[in-house]
């Protein structure tokens, strides 16, 4: 595929074109201690171009919001309803490639299979997806080219850019990127020999000295329950329940549903839930298949490095390393991948 070029100059001017067009521009921003987090930037012109580390936040966090209305309810007696839609054009600029590959995972969940999400599937089909690789690791906790994440998406974008010393090289993806260099095509140029050399290099900086991680062998130990006990046990003792891997990963896909009524009136929304909560696998009665808080948090790590690698072919781990980052009793999904591979 050509590579093409454009200047940290035209990127700007793209940027205002494509602000036009869209009713939200989704790009990372400093917010509060200089928390770099995705937001709406559409109009106050807040946007990075470029920038070091990743969003506090995924696109996860408008996709799949952390509540979100389905339908109104106008009368429950008559069962009369009015579904919810979100047919805003959103553009995501800035998307990390270990955030993209968690998009391409989370379609396949919600629109891939045998049943559709419309909620999910309306609000990405009006996406268009930005993705800015990476120069170097996003933080000390991140592992994304371990996990075949990084430092370059390779599926899942409309548009890739590469920071480059003179602007950015440009990779197509997709046909809505493709529209986009259409539509300003004056911006942008054929990229350079010296230009592809230059990412050539930037990848072995950034690969150099790092070993992919056998997923796959991962996941035949975790399925054979080969892992050791007393790391289960270390885990659960750990984990205080704060939610902080949940809300943060980019691949967690869990909610439940609840209605709100005001007599024969009200809304039906779900929110995200998640397997590390006491609640979420209660069943009717109030027993749980999993008592004990440790087996709790063992399903985020199984539905992650194990169940996900079965169902997709591929781990759900992207190696972001938010998980890691937010964990108030340092729990490392890193650090357990190499006990249970080195301990089977």
Request: aromatic content about 10%; overall charge positive.
């Given at each position: 595929m050509e590579k093409l070029f454009i200047t940290k100059e035209n990127l700007k001017v793209l940027i205002a074109s494509l602000k036009k067009d869209c009713a939200e521009f989704i790009a990372p921003r400093y917010e509060h201690l200089d928390d770099i987090v995705l937001g709406d930037t559409k109009a106050d012109g807040r946007e990075l171009l470029n920038?070091?580390?990743?969003?506090?936040?995924?696109?996860?966090?408008?996709?799949?919001?952390?509540?979100?209305?389905?339908?109104?309810i106008k009368s429950a007696k008559n069962s009369e309803f009015i579904a919810v839609e979100d047919k805003k054009k959103r553009i995501f600029y800035g998307v990390r490639p270990c955030d993209i590959k968690a998009l391409k995972l989370m379609e396949e969940f919600f629109i891939g299979g045998e049943f559709e999400d419309k909620p999910y599937k309306e609000k990405f089909r009006n996406s268009v997806f930005i993705t800015l690789s990476c120069i170097k690791k996003c933080s000390p906790e991140s592992f994304c080219f371990e996990m075949g994440s990084g430092p370059f998406a390779k599926e899942g974008f409309d548009l890739q850019l590469t920071p480059l010393n003179r602007g950015f090289l440009v990779e197509i993806g997709s046909k809505k990127g493709s529209q986009v260099i259409r539509k300003h095509k004056k911006l942008f140029s054929k990229a350079k020999p010296e230009d592809e050399k230059e990412v050539r290099t930037l990848s072995l900086n950034f690969t150099k000295g790092k070993k992919r991680i056998n997923y796959k062998r991962l996941a035949r130990i975790m399925r054979e329950n080969k892992v050791q006990e007393s790391i289960w046990d270390d885990i659960g003792q750990r984990c205080v329940v704060c939610?902080?891997?949940?809300?943060?990963?980019?691949t967690c896909s869990c909610f439940s549903i609840q209605d709100r009524l005001s007599g024969a009136q009200g809304s039906r929304f779900r929110y995200c839930d998640g397997c590390v909560y006491a609640g979420f696998t209660r069943m009717a009665g109030g027993s749980t298949p999993f008592p004990e808080h440790k087996d709790h948090i063992r399903r985020f790590f199984e539905h992650k490095l194990n169940i996900d690698t079965q169902r997709y072919g591929v781990?759900?781990?992207?190696?972001?390393?938010?998980?890691?980052?937010?964990?108030?009793?340092?729990?490392?999904?890193?650090?357990?991948?190499?006990?249970a591979v080195d301990g089977s």
């Amino acid at each position: 595929m050509e590579k093409l070029f454009i200047t940290k100059e035209n990127l700007k001017v793209l940027i205002a074109s494509l602000k036009k067009d869209c009713a939200e521009f989704i790009a990372p921003r400093y917010e509060h201690l200089d928390d770099i987090v995705l937001g709406d930037t559409k109009a106050d012109g807040r946007e990075l171009l470029n920038y070091e580390g990743n969003s506090v936040i995924s696109p996860r966090a408008f996709l799949l919001p952390q509540t979100e209305e389905l339908f109104e309810i106008k009368s429950a007696k008559n069962s009369e309803f009015i579904a919810v839609e979100d047919k805003k054009k959103r553009i995501f600029y800035g998307v990390r490639p270990c955030d993209i590959k968690a998009l391409k995972l989370m379609e396949e969940f919600f629109i891939g299979g045998e049943f559709e999400d419309k909620p999910y599937k309306e609000k990405f089909r009006n996406s268009v997806f930005i993705t800015l690789s990476c120069i170097k690791k996003c933080s000390p906790e991140s592992f994304c080219f371990e996990m075949g994440s990084g430092p370059f998406a390779k599926e899942g974008f409309d548009l890739q850019l590469t920071p480059l010393n003179r602007g950015f090289l440009v990779e197509i993806g997709s046909k809505k990127g493709s529209q986009v260099i259409r539509k300003h095509k004056k911006l942008f140029s054929k990229a350079k020999p010296e230009d592809e050399k230059e990412v050539r290099t930037l990848s072995l900086n950034f690969t150099k000295g790092k070993k992919r991680i056998n997923y796959k062998r991962l996941a035949r130990i975790m399925r054979e329950n080969k892992v050791q006990e007393s790391i289960w046990d270390d885990i659960g003792q750990r984990c205080v329940v704060c939610s902080g891997c949940v809300t943060l990963c980019p691949t967690c896909s869990c909610f439940s549903i609840q209605d709100r009524l005001s007599g024969a009136q009200g809304s039906r929304f779900r929110y995200c839930d998640g397997c590390v909560y006491a609640g979420f696998t209660r069943m009717a009665g109030g027993s749980t298949p999993f008592p004990e808080h440790k087996d709790h948090i063992r399903r985020f790590f199984e539905h992650k490095l194990n169940i996900d690698t079965q169902r997709y072919g591929v781990s759900s781990c992207v190696g972001c390393g938010r998980c890691i980052q937010t964990c108030p009793g340092n729990i490392s999904i890193r650090k357990f991948i190499e006990q249970a591979v080195d301990g089977s």
